[in-house]
């Protein structure tokens, strides 16, 4: 994974993690410690997840190939969300 692409992926993490924090604050939802430990390494455990498998998935298809099946599957997801 080359740096621009952990970059944009911390960001992602960031904003998603603003926006939460942000409806948490609207409703002023007090979280203790406990749960705030908890969420946190949940997440980091299921990113951890996400990138080993996304390199094992990269091993096993060809160059090129994940262009096509990454649009066929924004487009599949369009159309059921349609």
């Known amino acids: ?15 998603d993690s603003f926006g ?15 749960p705030i430990v908890a969420i946190t390494f949940s997440s980091a455990l299921v ?10 998935v990269a091993n096993i298809i060809p160059d090129n190939r994940e262009v096509y099946i990454g649009a066929a599957l924004l487009t599949l997801i369009g159309i059921w969300q349609l």
Not at 20 to 34: D, E, H, N, T
Not at 47 to 56: D, H, L, N
Request: aromatic share 8%; net charge positive; with cysteine.
């Open 20 to 34: 939460v924090g942000l409806a948490y604050g609207i409703k002023q939802v007090k979280l203790s410690l406990a």
């Open 47 to 56: 990113m951890a997840a996400a990138v080993f498998a996304g390199q094992a």
């Open 1 to 15: 994974m080359n740096y621009m692409t952990t970059i944009l992926l911390a960001c992602a993490l960031s904003v």
